[in-house]
């Protein structure tokens, strides 16, 4: 048991992404094979025809391989009529059923932790608005505030000197 649901879960949640994700590329392949001549200027292509406008040889090899391996019966009445619906939803349909199904469940802790950060995003709404209160009139507070006092400004010039100990800094009144 892994973050509330099995491996098993998982691996089928990521099986649904990545039909999902497969399911977009056929679509674009739909759209593009609009731009093919000789294809069918429908709406929505089937994918027998969406299949065979990019690969037409490995529609025929499946297709002889399907009858011979498993029968006749199984090409014409259920594979044809599969292959009628559009290619992304033989694909997109199971992959959204498996997200939806095989998602990973939020536990309690998840729901604790985000009232937390919620929490201290508000207690530093209130302690700004607080020390805008308190601010005395007339005077501004800006990321100079947090600069230290001996910092050096654009117009300080650094004095390679400062970095010595005090016994080796050369005497000021013999230069």
């Known amino acids: 048991m892994c973050n509330g649901y099995y491996a098993r879960m998982r691996v089928f949640f990521l099986l649904g992404l990545v039909l999902l994700g497969f399911s977009f590329i056929l679509a674009a392949a739909e759209n593009a094979s ?59 349909g199971p992959g959204v059923a498996l997200l939806l199904f095989f998602r990973p469940k ?24 607080q020390a805008l209160e308190e601010n005395p009139t007339g005077e501004e507070h800006g990321p100079l505030d947090i600069m230290p006092e001996t910092s050096t400004g654009e117009a300080d010039a650094i004095d390679e000197n400062d970095a010595l100990p005090e016994d080796e800094k050369p005497d000021k009144e013999k230069t």
Request: proline fraction near 6%.
């Open 34 to 92: 609009h731009a093919v001549p000789g294809t069918a200027q429908t709406f929505i292509i089937p994918a027998h025809d969406l299949w065979y406008t990019f690969w037409p040889k490995s529609l025929l090899i499946f297709e002889l391989r399907v009858q011979r391996y498993v029968g006749d019966w199984l090409w014409d009445p259920v594979m044809l009529t599969i292959l009628k619906l559009p290619a992304w939803l033989i694909f997109g």
């Open 106 to 129: 939020q536990n309690d802790g998840t729901a604790e932790e985000m009232n937390e950060v919620v929490e201290s995003f508000e207690l530093y709404d209130q302690l700004t608005k």
